[in-house]
């Protein structure tokens, strides 16, 4: 046989192999992936004076579900709040300072909510210099935890007065009968 025998057998031997993967994959029956979805519960914020809600953005989470009689559990595992980019994250819109109402779909055990200044974090600092370089690390680890925010928690429903201007990480702890304690973040900014 001659080299150039060989390898138009060869190629056409892996075009056939081709074509036949390919037809497999759309003529086969698929299961979807690795089984139901986690189906993370959403959170939606209400302002004061306002009739509409807005769905918050979802955020890291570790959420179990059940598979049958086996448990899984979804994690998503993202960038923190304060690096997003801000057309990423729900937008909620104000005239004045007012008061957020978080509805969530499932009710947790507790909420969290933290802060960030919006032009702080479009503006960047002065670790982003190379001359700053080496505070880098200690100064984004001091500031990645963000301003705590007075909020009240009851009956599943948490309430705080918000700023224009600032961006907002809730985080919850939900309880579930067969895993203890799940995670869920959601983010958004209140625009001016």
Known sequence: MKPTTSRGIAIAA????????????????????????????GAWALTSGEDGAVALTLGNYTWSFMDGSERRVEELRQIDPQKRRVDELAQVSVAEEPT?????????????????DEEELAVGSTTDSF???RLRTPLD???????????????GVLTFDAEPGRRYAI????????SGNDR????????K
């Open 14 to 41: 892996i075009l056939a192999l081709l074509v036949v993967a390919l037809v497999s994959c759309v003529t086969l029956p698929h299961d979807g992936g690795h089984g139901p979805e986690a189906n993370v519960p």
């Open 100 to 116: 957020i109402t978080v509805l969530f779909d499932e009710r947790p055990l507790w909420a969290y909510v933290r802060s960030w």
């Open 131 to 133: 001359l700053f370089w």
């Open 141 to 155: 680890t001091a500031d990645s935890v963000g301003d705590e925010v007075p909020s009240a928690f009851e009956d």
């Open 171 to 178: 985080s919850t702890i939900y309880e579930r009968g067969f």
């Open 184 to 191: 869920i973040e959601y983010v958004f900014t209140v625009q």
